[in-house]
């Protein structure tokens, strides 16, 4: 009597072909960023330890928010932090909160002189939290602990 034998598939093995998968890799590279970037740019709204960060706000923005530009910048940095978690724990949502504030963020930046630069870097940011967005719909349940 001969017995075929079968080994069952590892739990590894859907685990290593979904880290050896090149958009996986991707969205785990863009869930991270986005992740840890706003939670350390939110918080340093509150110690101004990178940059002078009223610095950035439109004057036309400072006119029509109450306080001051460091009290704005106070709210701006609670809401990057809570953008930054929504993107670590709900990626599907977490990267479009995050373009939509880097949209704004384009906005205010392109009313100040001499800030152009900036604001075409954080439109290159605003396609990569959109890449993420889009992979997020592939790929976000797939992880494997």
Do not use: C
Request: hydrophobic content about 55%; aromatic content about 12%.
């Amino acid at each position: 009597m001969t017995s075929a034998t079968t080994s069952p598939a590892s739990p590894a093995t859907p685990r290593r072909a979904l880290l050896a998968d090149p958009g996986y890799q991707a969205f785990v590279i863009l869930r991270t960023a986005f992740t840890v970037a706003p939670i350390l740019f939110g918080l340093d709204k509150f110690a101004n330890l990178l940059v002078d960060w009223p610095a950035y706000l439109a004057p036309w923005i400072n006119d029509i928010v109450p306080g001051s530009a460091q009290a704005a910048m106070y709210a701006v940095g609670v809401i990057e932090v809570v953008a930054g978690i929504a993107v670590g724990l709900a990626p599907r949502f977490g990267a479009w909160l995050v373009a939509g504030w880097l949209a704004g963020i384009i906005v205010n930046l392109l009313t100040i002189p001499d800030y152009y630069d900036i604001a075409l870097r954080d439109f290159g940011l605003l396609l990569a939290a959109v890449a993420l967005a889009r992979l997020a719909e592939r790929y976000h349940g797939k992880r494997q602990d």
